[in-house]
């Protein structure tokens, strides 16, 4: 059986590669996009367990990508992530509104990306969502 896929979504290079190690040293396939109409599409091409975004992106933000993943069937039973700069409780208000199962804010230990994670695509809780 494969291990869980979850797509990172994030404009920053560098943000994407530090979210695939981690999560790739602790079991997961990754996949990675870096704009949000990328990761709308691939999200529907792989249908992972998990998104991981980023909220501020130019085009499709962060907000705006999570109501669409749980507007399409084929990718409403993904756990989404916001793993984001901004600090401002309103905006990680309205992450939790737009649809976002958890919100990260950077700098974030790898451990907790881990940990959130796989809070959210246990077997049990994959089963649960679809």
Do not use: Y
């Not at 992106?57 to 901004?86: C, F, Y």
């Amino acid at each position: 059986m494969l291990p869980p896929c979850v797509l990172v979504v994030d404009d920053h290079e560098e943000s994407r590669t530090i979210a695939r190690l981690v999560l790739e040293r602790a079991g997961f396939r990754v996949a990675e996009a870096s704009t949000g109409s990328e990761g709308l599409r691939l999200a529907g091409l792989l249908r992972p367990a998990a998104v991981l975004l980023d909220l501020i992106m130019p085009g499709l933000d962060g907000w705006e990508l999570s109501r669409q993943l749980h507007k399409n069937p084929a990718t409403a039973g993904a756990a989404v992530i916001a793993l984001t700069a901004v600090a401002v409780p309103e905006d990680h208000d309205r992450a939790i509104l737009a649809g976002c199962d958890a919100v990260l804010t950077k700098p974030v230990r790898p451990i907790r990306i881990v940990e959130t994670v796989q809070q959210f695509v246990s077997p049990t809780r994959i089963a649960a969502r679809v």
